[in-house]
């Protein structure tokens, strides 16, 4: 636990009073208070203050201002320390608490991992305006990865905390190039710019004034990847695949799972009979409440999960990391014929004769299981039940999607299946259509 003790230079009657923090056993931070001097002969290092017994009447009023002093300081930068990343206290960061308590009519200029560092320090505490929630400890871990990224680049720049003034465009050029350079995609990237003017807009407007970050000169980034879906044959396909290995049988059957509840990755461990109902209709439905979202949902139990379900006696096993199913499931896919080959748009991160990493657009042509993931599963269920004709509003009501734009981005119909499936409602709205598209042929 951290500990502040104030110790005396050496030189002089009147030394200088120094500040030192102990973060830990091995790890000690200090400097000196300009411009507070104490009096060597009175003070008292186990009290941390003078002794103010048989004092000069005279000297008495001063060295009871000191200590007065002293305490302030030391209550006031404790409080921060509590509420900041250890990793971010140095001694430039303890000079600027000492010169905010001691001189607050001069205003500190705002920096910006001190900004970042009391952004999550009272993230907990905060509710949400537009779903009037506290912040999700998913939400927090978030800003603390970005935090993480811009510790890296100062670091990796050789700077220190820097001022929001200086959080321009050339910043923004710079950090965005480093972020690619540690192979971040181009969403992952947008993700921390945002959060990033998150931050910087929660600051007072005076200190936001000035902060070219926060302008349309430094746009979050983000592209509408351009991903695949397999669709109900594919799926079919996949569950009808033979394979021998015990975590190919299990990666395919959480896939088939997801591909047909809609469920996102991170509910799958909900997809049990405690959470099965049974609705008025006599149809088996999962109610849940989606860990990302908080969203009450409850889904149809359709037959091809169903299936699955029972082969697990309704308790599917525990899910594992994304970052093993997607190698597995792509496997599973390549065995079941899920082989076509495909060419996806995506932007691809160039670096330039400057150094600065910029996105680029290319075309990706591959076998359709190498694109295969997780979250090809959701982007699956909502494609296929939009290709069967199933009204926008009933589909995100599964999903949990509180916009049409933001489901919009599910749906992978091309531009053919499109026209197919207005074709055939339209033709099966209207009994004479098939009659009148005759006559207009002929």
């Known amino acids: 636990m951290a500990a502040l003790r104030?110790?005396?230079?050496?030189?002089?009657?009147?030394?200088?009073?120094?500040?030192?923090?102990?973060?830990d056993k091995n790890t000690k931070v200090q400097a000196t208070v300009a411009g507070l001097f104490a009096f060597r002969k009175l003070w008292n290092p186990n009290k941390q203050k003078h002794n103010t017994k048989n004092v000069h009447p005279m000297v008495l009023p001063e060295v009871i201002e000191i200590d007065k002093t002293l305490a302030t300081l030391s209550a006031a930068i404790m409080a921060r320390v509590a509420s900041v990343d250890p990793a971010n206290i140095d001694r430039r960061w303890l000079l600027a608490e000492i010169n905010a308590v001691l001189h607050p009519?001069?205003?500190?200029?705002?920096?910006?991992?001190?900004?970042?560092?009391?952004?999550?320090?009272?993230?907990?505490?905060?509710?949400q305006p537009n779903t009037g929630k506290p912040v999700?400890?998913?939400?927090?871990?978030?800003?603390?990865?970005?935090?993480?990224?811009i510790r890296a680049y100062l670091s990796a720049s050789k700077t220190g905390d820097i001022a929001l003034a200086k959080i321009d465009r050339h910043f923004y050029d710079r950090f965005v190039s480093y972020l690619y350079g540690q192979g971040l995609k181009p969403n992952t990237v947008g993700k921390h710019v945002k959060n990033i003017k998150v931050v910087l807009h929660s600051l007072p407007a005076e200190e936001q004034m000035g902060c070219e970050f926060i302008s349309g000169k430094c746009k979050r980034i983000a592209?509408?990847?351009?991903?695949?879906y397999l669709n109900e044959a594919e799926l079919a396909k996949l569950a009808d695949a033979e394979l021998e290995e015990a975590n190919l049988r299990k990666a395919r059957d959480m896939f088939l799972l997801l591909a047909w509840t809609g469920c996102r990755y991170s509910d799958l461990n909900k997809l049990t009979r405690d959470h099965?109902?049974?609705?008025?209709?006599?149809?088996?439905?999962?109610?849940?409440?989606?860990?990302k979202t908080g969203s009450r949902v409850t889904i149809p139990i359709l037959p091809a999960a169903e299936a699955v379900l029972q082969r697990y006696d309704w308790m599917p096993p525990a899910p594992i990391s994304s970052q093993k199913f997607n190698p597995l499931i792509r496997e599973a896919c390549r065995r079941a014929g899920i082989d076509d080959v495909v060419t996806i748009t995506r932007s691809e991160p160039v670096t330039d004769v400057r150094g600065v990493t910029r996105l680029e657009t290319v075309q990706v042509t591959r076998p359709k299981c190498e694109f295969v993931s997780a979250h090809t599963a959701r982007r699956s269920f909502a494609t296929n039940m939009y290709r069967r004709g199933m009204p926008t509003i009933t589909i995100m009501a599964i999903t949990g999607h509180k916009t049409e734009q933001a489901f919009m981005l599910?749906?992978?119909?091309?531009?053919?299946?499109?026209?197919?499936?207005?074709?055939?409602?339209?033709?099966?709205?209207?009994?004479?259509?098939?009659?009148?598209?005759?006559?207009?042929?002929?």
Do not use: W
């Open 6 to 23: 104030f110790l005396l230079a050496k030189n002089g009657d009147r030394p200088a009073v120094i500040v030192r923090i102990n973060l």
């Open 105 to 127: 009519d001069k205003r500190r200029e705002p920096m910006l991992l001190a900004c970042v560092d009391e952004f999550i320090s009272t993230a907990g505490t905060r509710i």
């Open 136 to 149: 999700s400890a998913k939400t927090i871990s978030q800003y603390n990865q970005t935090r993480r990224h």
């Open 223 to 228: 592209e509408r990847v351009d991903n695949v």
């Open 276 to 291: 099965v109902a049974v609705l008025d209709d006599g149809n088996k439905y999962f109610r849940l409440s989606q860990q």
């Open 410 to 442: 599910y749906i992978k119909a091309t531009e053919d299946e499109h026209a197919e499936q207005m074709m055939r409602l339209f033709l099966a709205s209207s009994p004479s259509a098939g009659d009148h598209h005759t006559d207009h042929v002929k």
